[in-house]
């Protein structure tokens, strides 16, 4: 079948997006699948997905909606968006108009989205999440990295993001902020919050305000910008993390009403691209965003039993005296490894890509380099996401015991077998440089 010259096969692809790697956390989890066809044992502590199922009124509403085929509304279902207004006011005390909300197949291609249509830099704290920075380059914009360190548990500071506004102060610029955050699991106290705000108000800065771990607060204790930055700060939520459907794809933009020019034009452009979302899972989601008593509990169990994790796995690291910054919220953990840096050196590991390869090679253990959210290649951080358990068995026994009781160290044992195995590879490993 010579019908076609081998020239007509020539790659033609957009600079913006040659040389771009895969999301590095689908290329970790690619490896990982990788070792475990070959037969080897495999703990997936590198892609960040919730390990609790969707809760089961949630499940019942979607298969109640199975039926819903017609195309929805661009903006999203009316009375989906009319849930998430109440969702705001109930968990955050913060009124929202339902037309100011925008509905999207997650929160991720609502962020590139807004990437896309404003036209301005993108400033981000380092560390921050994988995404962020590689879809500011697809669209062509600028990424400001704001440099952040271990003694501030890697918090965005005021004061640095002054300095980089002050350098062009009218120029257009979004941040985004995420807490509790990923990869660190921090959050930011109130008067920190207040602090950026009135930066953020200074410089007239768009803030997109990452909030899709916020349910997952381990003391259900969250608080929104938006409460002191209410004319400029956009909530980014969605299903994917506090209701374990990241699968399902749908996620959330509550806008403040002067941005409604925004909110409009991204519109336009997922009018031009995918249409609408899913309508079976918008049908279902009203009941997710409604809540019900099952909903609280389960909330309530995820919540005690990631906060009694991070409390063991924390222990376990300062112990191999790794340190790391103690999480509020989500699942992950940010240990930086510089304690073994002469005999990690020894071993011919200078970087934190280096350092995740050796690991999952030698220990099977999955995690991701610190660099891939931003970090100097050699400083000795990584990604831990403490996903890697049964997370109906751990809500079941989190459900069991009583209610003052913490999810301690030998429920974590019985219930997370598979993370304190893990953890013991690591401590191993780092024992025997
Ligand atoms: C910080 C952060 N923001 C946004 C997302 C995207 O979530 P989704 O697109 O599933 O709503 C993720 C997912 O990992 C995340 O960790």
Redesign the pocket.
């Known amino acids: 079948m010579a019908r076609f010259k081998k020239n007509h096969l020539q790659v033609h692809l957009n600079l913006n997006v040659r040389g771009l790697a895969p999301s590095a956390?689908l290329a970790i989890n690619e490896q990982s699948n990788k070792l475990i066809r070959e037969g080897k044992q495999v703990f997936k502590l590198g892609l960040?997905q919730s390990p609790f199922p969707v809760p089961e009124t949630v499940v019942e509403a979607l298969r109640q909606n199975a039926h819903q085929k017609d195309y929805l509304p661009v903006k999203g279902l009316p009375a989906l968006k009319e849930a998430i207004a109440g969702f705001n006011k109930r968990t955050q005390r913060i009124e929202s108009d339902p037309d100011d909300i925008l509905i999207g197949p997650?929160?991720?291609?609502l962020?590139f989205i807004l990437q896309l249509v404003y036209y301005g830099d993108i400033v981000i704290p380092t560390p921050s999440?994988v995404?962020y920075s590689p879809q500011a380059r697809i669209v062509g914009r600028h990424v400001n990295w704001v440099p952040t360190g271990a003694e501030n548990d890697y918090r965005l500071s005021p004061e640095k993001l002054d300095l980089i506004c002050r350098t062009d102060p009218e120029r257009p610029r979004v941040v985004i902020l995420?807490y509790p955050?990923?990869p660190t699991g921090c959050t930011y106290p109130i008067e920190r919050l207040k602090l950026l705000a009135q930066v953020a108000r200074k410089y007239n800065l768009i803030l997109i305000s990452?909030e899709?771990?916020g349910m997952i607060h381990h003391n259900g204790q969250h608080v929104s910008l938006a409460h002191y930055y209410p004319e400029g700060t956009i909530i980014?939520s969605?299903?994917?993390?506090w209701c374990g459907a990241?699968g399902w794809?749908?996620?959330t933009f509550s806008f403040p009403p002067n941005l409604k020019w925004l909110l409009n034009a991204m519109a336009i452009v997922a009018s031009e691209t995918y249409t609408a979302t899913s309508a079976p899972i918008q049908h279902a989601a009203i009941t997710a965003f409604n809540g019900n008593e099952e909903i609280n509990e389960y909330l309530k169990h995820s919540r005690k039993v990631l906060k009694g994790i991070a409390r063991y796995l924390v222990k376990e690291l300062e112990g191999m005296g790794v340190s790391v910054p103690h999480p509020q919220g989500a699942f992950y953990l940010f240990p930086n490894f510089e304690n073994y840096r002469e005999k990690l050196k020894a071993r011919g590991i200078y970087t934190s890509v280096e350092l995740s390869s050796h690991l999952i090679e030698e220990t099977g253990v999955a995690i991701l380099p610190g660099a891939d959210f931003g970090r100097q290649p050699e400083e000795l951080t990584a990604r831990l996401a403490y996903v890697d358990f049964d997370g109906r068995a751990a809500l079941e026994a989190a459900e069991r015991s009583n209610d003052g009781k913490h999810f301690d160290k030998a429920m974590v044992k019985e219930n997370c077998p598979r993370l304190v195995e893990a953890f013991d590879r690591i401590g191993n490993w780092l024992a025997d440089l």
């Open positions: 956390t960040g997650g929160s991720k291609e962020i999440w995404s995420n955050s990923n990452d899709i771990y980014s969605g299903l994917s993390k990241g794809r749908l996620g």
